[in-house]
């Protein structure tokens, strides 16, 4: 029974490392863009160097614990590629966040993780040295697992979910559920617990997506702008009441209809100047153009 139990948990583990792996290289999108803008104006190192120091004390309890070999590949790989995004955002970091970034490090990876090293080392002895980097470990975790908790907030009061990848939240959850097994089949706490509030946190998040998504199509729908009518054109007698109003016209009708108006007031002044000794030809063309209906233009 005890081999079956191994081999599950050697399964998830591997699943485990692969969705880990989608989940350690998904800040390439935002090293891209501080590397076309030269620049990490609006970014911050603190996710990468505890992510460091993350991979760096799990890989110190499972070298004590002996039989968890794949938290060892993935949190190498996490401390390669951390170690990378590190220095990258060094490199192009203005000289204020530079130094900030710096301390950091030196808090966090040479100074908490070697005082861990060397209390553990001096103190502690054989298994309760395991416990003690476990429990370590576990507070730790829930700890950056509850940091997901101010973007959470900051949806909840934007209702937007602009910086909220559904991706994202979604490979942590699986993320969590394949730990959790890892460590449940394992019978070993300090891997499984804190993954259960990894998952917690992981389906509100998706929850919050759905939601707030669907809110902000709708009000997208709600601010386009009223589509635009066509112009209508109403024709009037000589006594201004309407007799007959025309609709949905082409451009092109009436462009015809304006180049006809202008048409008869053409004819009107040449029928004036081919007979200037008849007095009766001007009031006659100007007789015909008061019975002609007048057209007006009107856009609603």
């Not at 485990?16 to 390439?28: C, D, M, R």
């Not at 002996?66 to 955002?89: A, D, K, Q, R």
């Not at 980097?133 to 602009?162: D, H, N, Y």
């Amino acid at each position: 029974m005890a081999g079956v139990f191994d081999h599950w948990a050697f399964a998830f583990g591997v699943l485990g490392n692969i969705v880990s792996f989608i989940v350690f290289l998904s800040p390439i999108p935002t090293f891209y863009t501080i590397y076309k803008k030269k620049s990490t104006e609006g970014y911050q190192s603190i996710p990468y160097v505890v992510a460091l120091f993350s991979s760096m004390l799990w890989i110190y309890y499972a070298i004590l614990k002996t039989n968890t070999p794949l938290l060892i590949t993935i949190n190498s790989f996490g401390v390669f590629i951390e170690t990378i995004y590190v220095g990258f955002y060094l490199f192009y970091a203005p000289k204020k966040a530079k130094v900030q970034t710096v301390k950091m490090l030196m808090l966090s990876v040479v100074g908490g993780f070697g005082a861990i090293v060397l209390v553990t080392e001096f103190l502690f002895k054989g298994v309760v040295r395991g416990q003690v980097v476990g429990w370590i470990c576990l507070i730790f975790s829930l700890c950056v697992f509850v940091a997901p908790l101010g973007i959470v907030r900051q949806v909840i009061k934007t209702k937007s979910v602009e910086y909220m990848p559904l991706l994202l939240s979604v490979f942590l959850t699986l993320s969590a559920v394949m730990w959790f097994f890892y460590g449940l089949l394992l019978k070993d706490i300090n891997i499984a617990a804190p993954n259960v509030l990894g998952f917690i946190f992981g389906i509100l998040q998706i929850v919050l997506y759905a939601i707030y998504s669907k809110k902000e199509k709708t009000i997208l729908k709600e601010q386009k702008l009223p589509e635009i009518q066509k112009p209508e054109v109403i024709v009037k007698d000589e006594n201004m009441n309407a007799t007959k109003k025309l609709t949905e016209l082409t451009q092109e009708q009436i462009i015809d209809i304006v180049k006809l108006a202008g048409l008869l007031v053409v004819t009107d002044k040449v029928q004036v100047a081919t007979c200037p000794n008849d007095t009766n030809c001007g009031v006659k063309a100007a007789t015909k153009l008061e019975n002609m209906p007048k057209l007006q233009t009107v856009a609603i």
